[in-house]
């Protein structure tokens, strides 16, 4: 994907949804996160992830499918500064805190960790 | 507020003011915090005056800042094109200009204050190259540090606060020991918080500005470094930690303990232990006096009749009372000054006998005193959450109080 259009399609995510999940592929738990993912949600969200997550995509979310290179790209720009306050990074954090820390130290359900960042 | 933020604010406050841009204009303030209140405050010495401190949290609507009345958002709309303008001292202010915008609200917003330089919602190509050259930036910034201190884990504290410090050194030893580091460097922001850091053990220290430290620590993100870890609980943006609060109260040291560190949350924290003796305790009763602390940088203040009955009911007892200050900070009426340096202040306030503060990062550092301990707090919420400040940061072995408009200091 050209950077152009890399910002483009963000623009139009920004404008479009009130939630854009950017799912990276080295989550273990995160596959637990979204199968229990429920229609309570009322946000309006769109799910980017690589294409071969193509099994996690859920009723009632938009999903986008991103070849390695264009996640790397979308990476790279929300790790250079806070764009969107819409966008969101689901990774591990190895080098910082996350919530999945509550869900494997027990302050926190799946359901709930997954009820938490949806929100 | 700090000190670097409240001159850079004030900064701003006097070019906007010879630049006339608040001429003919009602002004609001938006979001009422510490920072707010100094900012309404500088603004009464120019001889403006505030209509409104706009706040989303709908228990302060009604309340008061002085005389200016803390009101919903939408409030601002009632004002004709053209006739306002909204100035803001806070850390959301990409999020808060962004909800005014969303709203219709189509005058000007100022940020007055520059509390967080990761956030700017634009995609716009200006914007982009502005933030990769401060990335640029971090990256050298960090290659230099790594160089420095090669084979070395880098710990970064991101923000100037004693009690995130405090928190985060609690529980590092137990992070190195379970991921093998045998040594690391701490860096924070300011003198004060390399304190803090020295109360806990020998460790080396890199002390940033606020600027350098946030584009070390994009570069940190970027690279996903394996070697630098960001021991905070809700900076930079990609910590995601305070959003389990929207749904379930997590004190501040269980936020450290288990999300920060991942660590079981029965751990215990380490507590400081390298405290130096503070030379003047000759001047200070021992058990009958009382150190007084009344102001905290990101704290709304209590009301001064709070001090004031603590002080005389001390004082009719017989007590010395004193006030921790620092800088042109006055004491309190009735009351002497004292400026222990940090390692000092544990020392001091356990010769005292009795520590009574507004709850702020000191009381942190003063968690585990051999003392009367007390700490105040303002009724207000933490953040964007529906808990209190008292549910967060409440501290085991003190007396925890929380400060209403009807409050009496009563003690039997």
Same mark, same amino acid.
Request: include cysteine; hydrophobic fraction near 35%.
């Given at each position: 994907?050209e950077?152009?259009?890399?910002?483009?399609?963000?623009?139009?995510?920004?404008?479009?949804?009130?939630?854009?999940?950017?799912?990276?592929?080295?989550?273990?738990?995160?596959?637990?996160?979204?199968?229990?993912?429920?229609?309570?949600?009322?946000?309006?969200?769109?799910?980017?992830?690589?294409?071969?997550?193509?099994?996690?995509?859920?009723n009632?979310?938009?999903?986008?499918?991103?070849?390695?290179?264009?996640?790397?790209?979308?990476?790279?720009?929300?790790?250079?500064?806070?764009?969107?306050?819409?966008?969101?990074?689901?990774?591990?954090?190895?080098?910082?805190?996350?919530?999945?820390?509550?869900?494997?130290?027990?302050?926190?359900?799946?359901?709930?960790?997954?009820?938490?960042?949806?929100? | 507020? +700090?000190?670097?933020?409240?001159?850079?604010?004030?900064?701003?406050?006097?070019?906007?003011?010879?630049?006339?841009? $608040?001429?003919?204009?009602?002004?609001?303030l938006?979001?009422?915090?510490?920072?707010?209140?100094?900012?309404?405050?500088?603004?009464? *010495?120019?001889?403006?005056?505030?209509?409104?401190?706009?706040?989303?949290?709908?228990?302060?609507?009604?309340?008061?800042?002085?005389?200016?009345?803390?009101?919903?958002?939408?409030?601002?709309?009632?004002?004709?094109?053209?006739?306002?303008?909204?100035?803001?001292?806070?850390?959301?202010? *990409?999020?808060?200009?962004?909800?005014?915008?969303?709203?219709?609200?189509t005058?000007?917003?100022?940020?007055?204050?520059?509390?967080?330089?990761?956030?700017?919602?634009?995609?716009?190509?200006?914007? #982009?190259?502005?933030?990769?050259?401060?990335?640029e930036?971090?990256?050298?910034?960090?290659?230099?540090?790594?160089?420095?201190?090669?084979?070395?884990?880098?710990?970064?504290?991101?923000?100037?606060?004693?009690?995130?410090?405090?928190? &985060?050194?609690?529980?590092?030893?137990? $992070?190195?020991?379970?991921?093998?580091i045998?040594?690391?460097?701490?860096?924070?922001?300011?003198?004060?918080?390399?304190?803090?850091?020295?109360?806990?053990? +020998?460790?080396?220290?890199?002390? $940033?500005?606020?600027?350098?430290? +946030?584009?070390?620590?994009?570069?940190?993100?970027?690279?996903?470094?394996?070697?630098s870890?960001?021991?905070?609980?809700?900076r930079?943006?990609?910590?995601?930690?305070?959003?389990?609060?929207?749904?379930?109260? #997590?004190?501040?040291e269980? #936020?450290?303990?288990?999300?920060? $560190?991942?660590?079981?949350?029965?751990?215990?924290?380490?507590?400081?232990?390298?405290?130096?003796?503070?030379?003047?305790?000759?001047?200070?009763?021992?058990?009958?006096?009382?150190?007084?602390?009344?102001?905290?940088?990101?704290?709304?203040?209590?009301?001064n009749?709070?001090?004031?009955?603590?002080?005389?009911?001390y004082?009719?007892?017989?007590? @010395?009372?004193f006030?921790?200050?620092?800088?042109?900070?006055?004491?309190?009426?009735?009351?002497?000054?004292?400026?222990?340096?940090?390692?000092? /202040?544990?020392?001091?306030?356990?010769?005292a006998?009795?520590?009574?503060?507004i709850?702020?990062?000191?009381? +942190?550092?003063?968690?585990?005193? &051999?003392?009367? @301990?007390? &700490?105040?707090?303002?009724?207000y919420?933490?953040?964007?959450?529906k808990?209190?400040? #008292?549910?967060?940061?409440?501290?085991?072995g003190?007396?925890?109080?929380? /400060?209403?408009?009807?409050?009496?200091?009563?003690?039997?």
């Amino acid at each position: 994907m050209e950077k152009q259009e890399l910002i483009r399609d963000m623009q139009d995510m920004i404008q479009g949804y009130d939630r854009i999940l950017f799912l990276r592929c080295d989550l273990p738990k995160i596959n637990g996160l979204f199968s229990r993912y429920s229609d309570k949600q009322i946000k309006k969200s769109v799910l980017l992830l690589p294409k071969e997550k193509v099994g996690i995509c859920l009723n009632g979310m938009d999903c986008t499918l991103l070849d390695t290179e264009s996640g790397d790209a979308i990476r790279k720009l929300y790790h250079t500064y806070e764009f969107s306050n819409k966008f969101t990074m689901l990774s591990a954090g190895s080098n910082f805190g996350t919530i999945l820390n509550y869900v494997n130290t027990g302050l926190l359900s799946l359901e709930a960790a997954a009820s938490a960042l949806l929100d | 507020m +700090d000190k670097v933020h409240y001159k850079e604010m004030c900064e701003n406050l006097e070019n906007m003011f010879q630049s006339g841009v $608040f001429a003919g204009r009602k002004i609001y303030l938006f979001g009422h915090c510490n920072a707010t209140e100094a900012l309404s405050d500088a603004l009464m *010495e120019k001889g403006i005056r505030v209509c409104a401190i706009l706040d989303n949290n709908e228990e302060k609507h009604g309340k008061f800042y002085h005389d200016i009345p803390i009101t919903a958002p939408r409030e601002i709309l009632q004002e004709t094109s053209g006739s306002s303008a909204v100035c803001i001292a806070a850390r959301a202010y *990409e999020a808060m200009a962004q909800q005014l915008r969303s709203m219709g609200y189509t005058d000007r917003i100022y940020k007055m204050v520059e509390y967080d330089s990761f956030a700017e919602y634009s995609l716009s190509e200006e914007t #982009i190259k502005r933030k990769r050259e401060r990335l640029e930036r971090g990256l050298a910034r960090h290659n230099n540090l790594s160089e420095k201190y090669s084979g070395y884990m880098k710990i970064f504290c991101p923000f100037n606060a004693l009690g995130d410090i405090c928190f &985060a050194m609690s529980y590092l030893p137990y $992070f190195l020991a379970r991921h093998g580091i045998a040594e690391c460097v701490v860096c924070v922001i300011g003198q004060a918080c390399a304190q803090v850091v020295g109360l806990f053990g +020998d460790y080396p220290t890199e002390i $940033f500005s606020q600027k350098e430290m +946030d584009e070390t620590i994009q570069a940190v993100i970027y690279t996903e470094d394996k070697n630098s870890f960001i021991a905070h609980q809700d900076r930079p943006y990609v910590v995601n930690l305070h959003k389990a609060l929207y749904i379930k109260c #997590i004190p501040l040291e269980q #936020i450290y303990c288990c999300g920060v $560190f991942g660590l079981p949350k029965e751990t215990k924290p380490y507590k400081p232990t390298l405290w130096k003796p503070y030379a003047d305790l000759d001047k200070i009763p021992k058990g009958k006096s009382v150190i007084l602390s009344p102001y905290a940088k990101s704290v709304t203040a209590l009301s001064n009749n709070v001090w004031e009955q603590i002080v005389e009911y001390y004082i009719e007892r017989g007590y @010395k009372c004193f006030t921790n200050v620092a800088g042109d900070e006055k004491p309190l009426p009735g009351t002497l000054p004292v400026s222990p340096k940090l390692a000092q /202040v544990q020392p001091l306030a356990e010769h005292a006998g009795t520590f009574i503060g507004i709850r702020s990062g000191l009381c +942190d550092v003063l968690r585990y005193a &051999a003392c009367k @301990k007390t &700490a105040l707090y303002p009724d207000y919420n933490y953040c964007d959450t529906k808990w209190k400040a #008292i549910d967060m940061y409440a501290l085991e072995g003190w007396e925890n109080i929380v /400060v209403k408009d009807d409050f009496l200091w009563k003690k039997n």
